[in-house]
């Protein structure tokens, strides 16, 4: 019984410490993250529109702005 618990131990102890292996990016390799190809959607204008819709829809900030009335004209 002691054994399987130090084989759980073991191995959450290396899964623990296989996720605290990242390192932090320079300042001169932050351009190459801000390529277009890193974008996490691919047309930045369409996921605005989008925003800007849903936002103007639902009457409420959206973490983007503040919204207008229902019309979308804000």
């Known amino acids: 019984m002691t054994f399987h618990r130090g084989l759980l131990l073991l191995c959450l102890f290396s899964l623990m410490t296989a996720c605290m292996a990242t390192e932090p990016v320079a300042p001169y390799e932050r ?3 801000a390529e277009e190809g890193m974008q996490w959607e691919d047309n930045p204008r369409n996921e605005k529109l989008k925003g800007h ?3 103007s829809k639902e009457a409420s900030s959206g973490g983007a702005g ?6 979308g004209c804000n």
Not at 66 to 71: N, Y
């Open 66 to 71: 503040a919204a207008g009335g229902g019309c």
């Open 53 to 55: 819709v849903y936002t």
């Open 31 to 33: 351009g190459y993250l």
